[in-house]
């Protein structure tokens, strides 16, 4: 795909995930009577303003981030508004709902958009059968000889655990904390029932053992209306995944994985390339992860907000802007690293 378009793609997909996420605290935040200034789409100098009621709204040159100007935010200028009609004057469960608002709102996305997705597939993936699909070439489950169309009736472990699958996920669950030794399967080809002894492979890729034999796809028809139901389980899918990754990386495990602009920009890239379908979940996906990200109690970032908002409430006082400043250092200094990181893995992963 030529660069110039793949960068206005990428542009244009990081814009309407912005957009989106400051959208929501302006909408709550002008609910619950704050006074805001400004809604700014991008960064640096302004290159269109349009003023409506009391909120200016602006186009920037850098088509990068965006901001919501709220009256008593730290670091804004706005003078002369009632304490009332500022952030810090709305009680406590109003700013906590202004400051969730953004990330809300993305998740609200991606669940709009994989509800459509699955509605216009018109399908779901079912369990597949405990029946081989495919064999992986030179792996141990063709040097024995097992084919496709295979049905698997029984597994049995190392430890001599008996398997009788139902469905092809309790092999692979039954594979889950193998650590070696043989593996009988016995399978029914047409009329006969045959046994196979299988050493798995370790696969250092994928840092797991491989028989080397995948399921057969098996899908069902569902009805328009069945696509909220099956939106929202990918929906809370995803977002197991991610706080899971975000979890292992805290763990320090998949930190290789980490990509930052460049890896986004090229994986935007790629999934242009698939068509309108694919790059239409991948702004779902990453509006998801935008907001479960948002929401991490990290200073800077929303969900640092509200703790610091909680903090306040608990003590009864405001912090000081000295302690905020300093909290929100740290939290500036975090998120810089991240980048830092997650940049050095891209260009490391480029060259």
């Known amino acids: 795909m030529d660069i110039l378009i793949s960068l206005i793609i990428f542009f244009v997909v990081l814009s309407i995930i912005i957009i989106i996420h400051e959208l929501g605290h302006l909408i709550v935040a002008k609910k619950f009577g704050v006074y805001c200034s400004e809604f700014s789409i991008g960064m640096g100098p302004a290159i269109y303003q349009y003023k409506k009621s009391e909120t200016t709204i602006s186009i920037r040159a850098i088509p990068l981030g965006g901001y919501v100007q709220m009256a008593g935010e730290e670091g804004s200028d706005i003078e002369?508004?009632?304490?009332?009609?500022?952030?810090?004057?709305?009680?406590?469960?109003?700013?906590?709902?202004?400051?969730?608002?953004?990330?809300?709102?993305?998740?609200?996305?991606?669940?709009?958009?994989?509800?459509?997705?699955?509605?216009?597939?018109?399908y779901v993936s079912a369990?597949?059968?405990?029946?081989?699909?495919?064999?992986?070439?030179?792996?141990?489950?063709?040097?024995?000889?097992?084919?496709?169309?295979?049905?698997?009736?029984?597994?049995?472990?190392?430890?001599?655990?008996?398997i009788v699958p139902e469905t092809f996920d309790d092999l692979v669950e039954g594979m889950s904390n193998y650590t070696g030794g043989s593996v009988i399967y016995t399978i029914e080809r047409g009329s006969e029932t045959l046994n196979f002894v299988v050493e798995p492979q370790y696969d250092e890729t994928l840092q797991r053992y491989l028989v080397g034999f995948n399921s057969q796809p098996k899908v069902r028809t569902i009805a328009w209306y069945e696509s909220f139901y099956y939106g929202a389980e990918m929906l809370f899918e995803m977002m197991g995944q991610i706080i899971q990754a975000f979890g292992n990386l805290i763990r320090g495990v998949g930190l290789q994985d980490v990509s930052g602009p460049i890896g986004i920009y090229q994986a935007t890239s790629q999934v242009a390339s698939e068509g309108l379908n694919a790059l239409i979940l991948w702004v779902g996906l990453l509006s998801l992860n935008v907001g479960i990200f948002n929401l991490f109690p990290i200073p800077i970032l929303d969900g640092g907000r509200i703790i610091i908002v909680i903090i306040e409430k608990i003590i009864g006082r405001r912090l000081s802007e000295k302690i905020q400043t300093a909290i929100m250092l740290v939290g500036l200094v975090l998120i810089v690293l991240l980048m830092v990181f997650a940049t050095a893995n891209d260009i490391g992963r480029l060259f």
């Not at 700013?95 to 709102?105: D, E, F, P, R, S």
């Not at 699909?133 to 097992?146: D, Q, Y």
């Open 127 to 162: 369990p597949s059968d405990p029946i081989v699909g495919s064999i992986v070439e030179n792996s141990p489950a063709a040097t024995v000889g097992m084919m496709e169309g295979d049905r698997i009736v029984k597994m049995v472990l190392p430890d001599g655990e008996e």
């Open 80 to 122: 002369g508004i009632p304490f009332e009609r500022t952030i810090n004057g709305i009680k406590t469960w109003k700013q906590i709902v202004v400051m969730a608002a953004g990330a809300t709102l993305n998740i609200l996305l991606a669940f709009a958009i994989f509800i459509g997705v699955v509605m216009a597939r018109g």
